[in-house]
């Protein structure tokens, strides 16, 4: 009640110096969109303001005269404006900023922009402009990885399988999103380890704790992948050429027919490539043992996704409007299973999808927004092993001494020839009401649901029943609804956010052990909640403490098991994880020139889910351990004049089991295969106008990132190598070697075209790297990208 | 000033992380013979430990305050043997197949010495390797040939060439009835030396990699000339010594010289389920004996247990592993708590439960066998992050807790 009549007294008092003399405005980025956060000041006087989030500011009681306005944001270049002002008189003023680092390699809390208010939400939201570095040819997990507390791993090359690793939560406990809703409905379309980045308008990482908007049961946290918005125009093109024979083309354009509120879109991309890089394996060859060098023979991949949209916006019915269509096909080469030992020669994988939506956005009042979706999808995947040979790392066929190919069944892993239809539905329903300036509720609800069946000829039938568990459609629902409640004390500097969470799944999945009841029906329903706060000190500087207690439903088939090997445990318990942060943010200097956050992270990661061997035949999923992170996470950013920066990350996680019933001996050792430290150096300079060439610009920009050897399987916690330490020759055939990766580009853009030039160099030193397990990553290679945007 | 100070900071702890790795020692051979026990420490992924010791262990062994010198190696479940002075394992240390020679330096740790790698291509039982004498072992690469056993020094590591069985593998194909649905022939499964005569089992594959008829055959091949010398044919397939789980050990040689071969199932889609079966080849024969054969599914045990592990032999007794009840087609009861020692007439093929010998889960892979002239069972319940090996003595017909392993899951004990 206390901060309402604060509230209103504030309103009374603004009025009445409304008449006054006065200068106001909005400061917009080149795109026009408002910058939140943008310092306003009279150079030689203590007047200053800073921009609301529609950018507005407002300098009051001023005297007539002339001034000099300053008007600066970080991460864009700073603006003088002279003004002469009259006694009574008001200025309005529209100031555009032009970005220092448009094509920097600044990825991560850049600075002030229209997503500065997500960055200083009391939820931790690491937000990733990509659309500002779309000149270069930075993939997507390359982004990622410049981030503290996240890690991206792929299996191999382009469009390879990704992890991604959010403060020592991975797998599962990591989910997806697109504008907000959960991916599922997209197949692999937004798989980051394929999309472009220039399908992505920002990146946003929540790490652990996640506001309602985001409806699923991300145990670890979240990435969502933010479109390029609907009313306004633009377009982008650009093709990107690699190495492996790589190629990319991406088509992103938006259109508003003239003196009408229509607006079509199109977002596009192909990506292809060979993967067929090359790296030396100690294998055996044709009888011969030795260390070869070898190459990917058998890991092309090519996939396009094309999507139309259509509709209108700022219309009495709807701000946004749209209506949507994709398609989207994969085709992909295997060339490896979870270990390199052995080659694929033949093994494959489609997707096609189709997927139709539909977005409505309205602010039915000026407090009150409404955000509705909606899609239908139909996915058809093919999955084959079927060859009736195997294949040596030469890229050869399997041969007897006498030269004949060696004829084999079963397939090259496991026989297969399987297809499976897929419709997925999903729907959401967010609006945010705004009570006060002191009080918000937020309402989301989150409709996800697939019916499954497939087809194997070589699946072997349920022993029980000699059915084929593929065959046997199976359904599955998921509703996720939440309730936030954001509440503003002491004129904004201290912020809350509590939400509750529902978790509802509905399941029918073939559960063939049991012979009378061939489909086991499964309900589960529980809640989760959270609470968040954001204290700010001064205008750069706050402090955040966020805790979620989240949650994870098991799959289907960690309830019901695989109906052949994997035997059903229908009193699986879901996951949980108690995700603490606190974090402290602030701007070292009054310049803004250097720019640090820390943040500390804890997760207690309960009744895990892991496959657990029961004898020599048969495994079941169970609740089996109850693992820990305890870590800290760094960044540091310094501002160099206004054309270069340099940026660092560093993190550190302890992960380690803390309770375990099959691996008891386990207890305390360091959970494997996920980094535990690692750091990234990035640094950039723009060089305006270079050798009298007008209208143009060179960016040179470099990344550095460490990471600390690591082991993939776990042992017991004395065994460990210490941090920087030695390895025991025992077990240092399960060690992750240290790894240094300097990757560096240069951008030459010719703004009159506007066309921009990239060249990017991966991997410059040639070092040994490796991604998941010990699976060899590319020595170097380059990569270059040309891009036009309007 | 200050910016550059916290650089450089950044920088520094940044390429201060240098590794690096400890030497290895050289590894020596010892005169006297050795035991090692392998223990699985990671349950989900098989990893574990190689621990050596300097005689049989006995008592309490925490398998974490051994670490020092034993060496991880992946997949434990499927674990080596000891031959010679080494250890062979079925993998090198990270799991790349093929068979890794393992010795202990001079500070008692086991250091890799030498290995030879084998295609990922396993057909019908499995690939597997054994030995024949110091010089010589044998060892099945599907990847090289289907119809031949490859030849390989034991102390060089080196391939020496192969066994062609194609001309004796042709004459039996001739004979079966449905050849046509022949997709590949392959040697494996299990591998043993009995008195200059070698033998493994030799595998029809349909297209599934199923066993086309219901036999078994076993090749005998004459060590001195490296040459077979017989194909031995049993009327019911099975598959003898459980694809290459050389821990399972059902494959043994009686104080006569009669060999048993055991195993609990032929095609996995046989509509028969679980059988354990042993067959005999006599000392000096290459033939199996037909007139001898143990089989749960005729009825030959007293509860109808129809599932064992194990075969150890010795003094006309066979020791096993074995559910109290029979297991049906679907194999669901194996993960109940019925697993109990016994121990088999091989006369009266009569069975009796070791009443004191604890109740267990099926989880340890390891079968039983004999150690210092006495049977030894693996016995896990509910006792988590414990495993006990029992030994068992005939005359008196009791038993007694030998070792308890504290921190993992034992496969193996072997001697070399």
Known sequence: MKNGLALFFLMITTNFVMSQTKVS??????????????????????????????????????????????????????????????????????????????????????????????????????????????????????????????????????????????????????????????????????????????????????????????????????????????????????????????????????????????????NSYYTSSDNDYEFDLETSINGVTDVFTVNRFHDAIAASYFELNAGVHGTKFADVLDFSFAYFTLDNEVQNGISIDQPLGEVTEEEINRIFSVSYKKNILPNWNLDIFGALSKVNSKEQDVATNTFEWDGDVQRDFNGNPIVTPGGEFVQRDQRIEEESKVARVFTKYD?????????????????RVGSDPFQIPNVATGIQPITVPSTYTKIISGLGVGLSFFEGRLQSESFVKNYYLETEAPNLGFTENLIEELFFRDFGWGQSFKYAFDDDTYARISFEDAIRIPDAEEYVGDNLFIQPNLGLLPERSENLNVGFTSNLNRARTLFTEVNVFYRNNRDFIQLVPLNLITSEYQNTDRQEVIGVEGNIRINIGENSSIRGAVTFQDLRTRESEVNPNLIDARTPNIPYYFTNISANKEFASPFGLKKTRFNLYGNYLYTEQYLVTPVIRDLEPSLFGSVPNNIRDFVIPTQHQVNMGLTCTLESLPVSFNLEVINVLNELLFDDFRIPKPLRNYRFKITYRL | ???????????????????????????????????????????????????????????????????????????????????????????????????????????????????????????????????????????????????????????????????????????????????????????????????????????????????????????????????????????????????????????????????????????????????????????????????????????????????????????????????????????????????????IDLDSRNATRIEDIP??????????????????????????????????????????????????????IVEF
Request: hydrophobic share 35%.
């Open chain 2, 1 to 343: 000033m200050k910016k550059t100070v916290i650089l450089l900071m950044l920088v520094a702890f940044t390429f201060s992380c240098e590794t690096t790795f400890e030497s290895g020692g050289v590894g020596v051979e010892r005169d006297t013979s050795t035991f090692a026990i392998y223990v699985t420490t990671n349950r989900q992924d098989g990893t574990g430990f190689l621990v050596p010791f300097d005689g049989l262990p006995t008592g309490e062994i925490d398998v974490s305050q051994s670490f020092d010198n034993g060496i991880l190696l992946s997949d434990t479940r499927r674990s080596g043997t000891g031959f010679d002075g080494a250890v062979y394992h079925p993998t090198n240390p990270l799991g790349a197949p093929g068979i890794q020679r393992l010795l202990l330096d001079a500070d008692g740790r086991f250091v890799e010495d030498g290995f030879i790698g084998i295609g990922n291509l396993s057909l019908g039982g499995g690939q597997i390797f054994g030995f024949a004498n110091s010089t010589k072992g044998y060892y099945t690469d599907h990847s090289l040939s289907q119809t031949a056993v490859q030849i390989f020094n034991p102390k060089t590591m080196q391939r020496l060439g192969e066994v062609d069985c194609s001309q004796a593998i042709n004459a039996i194909r001739e004979n079966i009835e449905n050849a046509d649905r022949i997709e590949s022939t392959s040697i494996g499964g299990f591998m043993i030396e009995r008195d200059g005569k070698f033998f493994t089992q030799l595998f029809f594959n349909d297209e599934n990699d199923f066993q086309v008829d219901d036999k078994t055959y076993v090749i005998v091949i004459d060590v001195a000339t490296d040459t077979v010398e017989n194909i031995t044919v049993w009327d019911d397939h099975l598959k003898i010594g459980y694809f290459s789980f050389i821990n399972v050990n059902y494959v043994n040689i009686d104080e006569k010289g009669d060999l048993y071969l055991g195993s609990f199932i032929g095609n996995f889609t046989d509509p028969e389920g679980p059988n354990f079966r042993v067959l005999r080849i006599r000392q000096g024969q290459t033939e199996f004996d037909r007139t001898w054969d143990l089989n749960g599914k005729r009825g030959d045990f007293p509860n109808g247990e129809n599932f064992a592990l194990g075969g150890a032999v010795r003094n006309g007794k066979m020791y096993v592993k074995m559910m109290g009840i029979p297991i049906d087609p679907t194999f669901a009861a194996l993960g109940e708590k019925e697993y109990y020692g016994y121990v």
């Open chain 1, 435 to 451: 009570l006060n300036d002191a009080l918000r509720i937020n309402l989301s609800s989150t409709y996800n649901s697939f019916d």
């Open chain 2, 359 to 412: 109740v267990g889960y099926w989880r340890s892979i390891h079968g039983p066998a004999i150690y210092g002239g006495k049977p030894y069972f693996v016995v896990e319940n509910d006792d988590a992050g414990k495993a006990f090996y029992y030994s068992y003595d005939a005359d008196s017909g009791t038993s007694q807790l030998e070792i308890t392993i504290i921190g993992g899951q034992p496969q193996n």
């Open chain 1, 25 to 266: 405005g909005t400061v917009l980025d080149a795109e026009g969109i408002p910058l939140l956060g943008a310092t306003v000041q009279l150079r030689g006087t203590q007047i200053g303001a800073v921009t609301d989030e529609n950018g507005l500011f407002e300098l009051k009681n001023l005297k007539a005269g002339g001034y000099q306005l300053i008007v600066s944001s970080l991460g864009y270049q700073t603006r003088t404006v002279p003004l002469n002002i009259s006694r009574n008189q008001a200025v309005s003023l529209e100031i555009k900023l032009r970005e220092s680092n448009q094509e920097l390699n600044e990825v991560v809390l850049e600075g002030k922009s229209n997503e500065q208010r997500k960055r200083e939400e009391p939820i931790k939201i690491e937000v990733i402009g990509v659309s500002k570095i779309l000149e270069q040819s930075t993939s997507v997990p390359e982004l990622i990885n410049q981030t503290s507390g996240v890690k991206v791993r792929q299996s191999s090359g382009i469009g390879s399988n990704t992890t991604i690793n959010i403060n020592g939560l991975q797998g599962n406990a990591v989910r997806f999103f697109r504008d907000g809703v959960p991916t599922d409905y997209l197949g692999r379309a937004f798989n980051i380890g394929l999309v472009p980045t220039g399908s992505i308008q920002n990146l946003e990482i929540y790490k652990g704790v996640l506001p309602v908007e985001l409806g699923a049961d991300a145990l670890g946290g979240a990435i969502n992948l933010v479109s390029r918005r609907k009313d306004k125009e633009y377009l982008d093109l650009s093709y990107e050429a690699g190495s492996f024979n790589t190629h990319i083309i991406n088509v992103g354009a938006n259109v508003i027919i003239p003196n009408t509120k229509i607006h079509v879109g199109v």
